[in-house]
């Protein structure tokens, strides 16, 4: 009975331990160090591209007798066509071959070279873009290519992982492969308003994951390798502004939603519409008039006929306090606004008003003006 025992026992020691002594150890190694971010990575580098592009920057060369009203007829002021290059990086949402980049990486170019995971190389050719948003699609020529799919940027989490991949200083054509950083979403809704260069950043994701330069137009995703937004620019301490400092920013996927089917159908936004106001200033005698305590706001002075703020029920008199949340104090801020919410035909606006002494709401749909196409305040 005891010898029986024994062997019984021998058995399960040798169960036990045979397989511990033929396991491969790094695999084990290697499978605890999977965590969602590492999957995420894998997931979507693929279908992260790098993006080289030659530009012509057009300039004129200065006279420098310009101000000698004797020489300044010797050397004339020649225009000057200079091609320089320049890299960023960008992602592939279609199988068809579609990418989505920023405008500024590809802005001017007279070629851009698209290089896949694994160093393949294709010439890219642009389908849309839109300076305001400052988001571009480019197309290569091909099929079933690894796509990245989009997510919901307005449920991003502020405090949740956020990877950022694209092609920094060009090290994507050294190992064929993009570049990861991982930080978090810092904050989100971040209104910059209308740029000197006229590009609208608003509702921007913070991130400190670093970017730098040649990451503008990567994807920034999420741990379920969603895209939530496309890395656009910085705030730097260098005067190159290519250095991270852990303020990174990138376009939130739902405004690029936007956009994208105008770039792909007809390779540009329209942004002119029609609202049918006419207003003018609200004065301090207008204001006792109607029952203010103080003027601010303007007042509707007239209403086209058959005008969207016809159909949206305003009348003349009524005052406008605020569109879309932002406070109307001055006759420019109806301008201002307008200008910083980067609206289009179809969008809605929220407008809040004075009448007979007391406060309503009111939704405006904008429209395509029926007799231009240029963009109208009215």
């Known amino acids: 009975m005891k010898r029986y025992i024994t062997i019984v026992y021998s058995l399960v020691i040798l169960a036990v331990f045979v397989p511990l002594v033929n396991a491969n150890p790094s695999s084990d190694v290697s499978q605890s160090r999977q965590n969602a971010l590492t999957r995420a990575i894998s997931k979507v580098s693929p279908a992260v591209v790098g993006i080289n592009v030659t530009q012509v920057k057009r300039y004129i060369r200065s006279n420098p007798f310009a101000d000698d009203p004797f020489f300044k007829h010797l050397l004339p002021s020649i225009p000057i066509e200079k091609r320089v290059k320049s890299l960023g990086s960008g992602f592939i949402f279609s199988k068809e071959g579609y990418i989505l980049t920023n405008h500024h990486v590809v802005e001017d170019a007279s070629e851009i070279i698209v290089t896949k995971t694994g160093g393949k190389q294709f010439v890219a050719k642009i389908v849309g873009v839109d300076f305001t948003t400052d988001v571009a699609v480019l197309k290569i020529e091909g099929d079933d290519f690894p796509i990245l799919k989009f997510g919901d940027s ?209 939704k405006l749909k904008l429209e395509a003006h029926p007799d231009s196409n240029k963009r109208r305040y009215k």
């Open 154 to 362: 307005d449920q991003t989490i502020i405090g949740e992982w956020a990877i950022a991949l694209g092609n920094p200083f060009g090290l994507f054509d050294l190992s064929s492969k993009p570049t990861v950083t991982v930080g978090v979403i810092s904050a989100k809704d971040q209104d910059f308003g209308r740029q000197s260069n006229d590009r609208i950043f608003q509702d921007m994701l913070q991130t400190d994951a670093a970017i730098n330069a040649g990451n503008s137009g990567g994807p920034l995703v999420n741990c379920n390798g969603e895209v939530i937004g496309i890395n656009t620019w910085i705030i730097s301490g260098s005067e190159t502004r290519s250095a991270n400092i852990g303020l990174g920013f990138a376009i939130p996927i739902n405004r690029v939603k936007r956009v994208l089917d105008d770039l792909l159908n007809y390779g540009r936004v329209d942004r002119s519409f029609w609202t049918g106001i006419n207003y003018d200033v609200v004065s301090p005698s207008i204001a006792r008039y109607l029952g203010m305590t103080l003027p601010h706001g303007v007042i509707i002075s007239d209403i086209d006929r058959g005008s969207p703020a016809e159909r949206a029920g305003l009348e003349i008199g009524d005052i406008i306090i605020s569109i879309n949340g932002n406070e109307i104090n001055v006759f420019d801020d109806v301008k201002k606004t307008i200008d910083n919410l980067d609206l289009k035909k179809g969008d809605v606006l929220n407008i809040r008003i004075f009448r007979n002494k007391s406060y309503k709401y009111f």
